[in-house]
């Protein structure tokens, strides 16, 4: 016997105009709701007929290869299928040039954009997408909806930590030049480590990967730094092997904070104390903020942060003493 409507609505304990709204109009209802509606559907067999409400958008990253930014862009899609809305994803390579243009195309072609971890400065931005519906994931425009991943809260545990290990010096591996992230992630550590009289020494931006790393390694070494905070995860490993092919060891040598909690960071040995971030949440907020944009809805937020927080591991350890 087919599943109706009415069965999902009785499954996920919902009324029978609840559960059509989770199919004809889902932003209208709490994601829970929303997703308990789904639940029910999938067990009950029920086969959901087309949305007619469905719309098209793009999401625009510069690297798919990051860890985070394929979860990020994975969240997005879970959240887009509640209401079968179609995503059209676009790697930009790090090139602000592509990035540009597939913005350009986007506007002209789409329902709205999830902008992730741009690389073109706000003007352009602004310039590129024109009238349409933009929410940006990590990075500030004017007057345009933003999903903040705010590290203040998590490098302020770090700072913290690392100073109660007794670590003096600390030096800071930038990512990319063009990343928003790495511009915030570098005031709030200068800032806190002026709070509490901490040395921060800076080495030259890298690319946001694990060569980034290594080949930051020999500049960290140099710094006489006992510590270092870098970009995200993979800049972080990498300086970790980077240092063990110079013959050091973490955290005897050096110890090594990254930012974002990859997978890998759990699992690296020794395991990688890092600043884990709301990763997969910016992803399905920063939908929810474009669809409410597309439909005319009023934004409660124009501007959302997420908060970070300071996972401990075998990374970091007491600073070896001065010679």
């Known amino acids: 016997m087919t599943a109706t409507l009415t069965d999902v609505a009785t499954r996920a304990g919902v009324s029978l105009a609840t559960a059509s709204r989770a199919f004809k109009d889902p932003s209208m209802l709490a994601t829970d709701t929303r ?15 087309a949305y007619s409400g469905s719309r098209t958008f793009g999401v625009v990253v510069p690297d798919l290869s990051y860890a985070v930014l394929s979860a990020q862009t994975k969240a997005i899609q879970n959240q887009a299928w509640h209401g079968r809305h179609r995503m059209v994803l676009a790697d930009t390579s ?21 902008l992730i971890s ?13 009238a349409v519906p933009l929410v940006i994931i990590d990075a500030q425009v004017a007057n345009t909806p933003c999903v903040l991943m705010d590290v203040t809260q998590g490098l ?5 930590h690392l100073q109660a290990l007794g670590h003096r010096k600390i030096v800071y591996v930038p990512g990319p030049a063009t990343s928003w992230a790495n511009a915030r992630r570098q005031d709030v550590l200068v800032r806190l480590c002026a709070e509490r009289d901490v040395a921060l020494v800076m080495v030259g931006n890298q ?18 730094a006992t510590a270092v905070i870098a970009y995200n995860d993979r ?5 970790m092997s980077g240092i ?12 090594i904070v990254g930012i974002d909690d990859i997978d890998m960071a759990a699992v690296s040995e020794p395991g990688l104390t890092s600043v ?14 474009l669809l409410d944009l597309i439909t005319g809805r009023p934004l409660a937020r124009k501007e959302v942060g997420l908060e970070s927080q300071l996972i401990v591991r075998r990374s970091t350890s007491v600073a070896r003493p001065a010679t």
């Open 94 to 114: 790090e090139d602000t040039g592509r990035e540009k243009e597939i913005l350009e195309r986007m506007s002209r072609e789409l329902d709205g954009i999830v």
């Open 35 to 49: 997703q308990r509606v789904m639940v029910a559907a999938h067990e009950v067999g029920y086969g959901a007929p």
């Open 276 to 289: 884990r971030l709301a990763v997969d949440r910016s992803g399905a907020l920063a939908l929810e903020m």
């Open 235 to 239: 800049v972080a490993l990498g300086v």
């Open 244 to 255: 063990r092919d110079m013959g050091l060891r973490c955290p005897e040598d050096l110890s």
């Open 156 to 160: 302020r545990e770090a700072v913290e």
């Open 207 to 224: 690319t946001a990967s694990l060569l980034g790393g290594m080949s930051a390694a020999a500049a960290v070494v140099s710094s006489g």
């Open 118 to 130: 741009p690389r073109l400065s706000p003007s352009d931005i602004q310039a590129a997408a024109g």
